[in-house]
């Protein structure tokens, strides 16, 4: 379902995914839990430009809206496009996306970093490590799947 809402735009797929995760983080997070500000996995504009549409960015602005945490787009770039993460392997991953993303303004303490899919944690760990230089202190990851990897 993920696979032909991200490659094929058919976002019919992700409509009952969105559903479910939402509910989830409605009973699994206290209020007291729930970020200050939510951040999408940034996509280089190129591939963006290529998909049309971001599903990460998608992702974070229904579950924002649901919860009623503000969605942050444009807070995290990408510095340079990367090879694909698809078809490497983990380290081969951890070393393409090493010093790829950008901060580009203050970062609250407490935020959830949003993704589609979870493998190794390459693109979540490098993230993290950026918004972590800039001031966040408790960061959650939020993704719709998590895959062997």
């Known amino acids: 379902m993920i696979g032909r809402y991200k490659y094929h735009g058919q976002r019919k797929f992700i409509r009952p995914l969105l559903n479910g995760f939402v509910g989830f983080l409605e009973q699994s997070l206290t209020d007291d839990e729930l970020p200050e500000l939510i951040i999408p996995a940034p996509m280089h504009w190129a591939r963006?430009?290529?998909?049309?549409?971001?599903?990460?960015?998608?992702?974070?602005?229904?579950a924002g809206a649901q919860l009623g945490v503000p969605v942050a787009g444009r807070l995290v770039r990408r510095r340079k496009r990367v090879r694909a993460q698809r078809n490497l392997d983990r380290n081969r991953r951890l070393k393409n996306l090493k010093g790829v993303f950008e901060v580009c303004a203050p970062v609250p303490a407490r935020i959830a970093i949003v993704d589609d899919v979870v493998t190794t944690g390459a693109t979540a760990r490098a993230l993290a490590a950026a918004l972590e230089r800039a001031g966040a202190s408790e960061i959650q990851l939020w993704a719709l799947a998590r895959t062997p990897g």
Request: hydrophobic content about 40%; aromatic content about 20%.
């Open 48 to 62: 963006r430009w290529q998909r049309g549409f971001n599903q990460a960015q998608e992702i974070a602005e229904f």
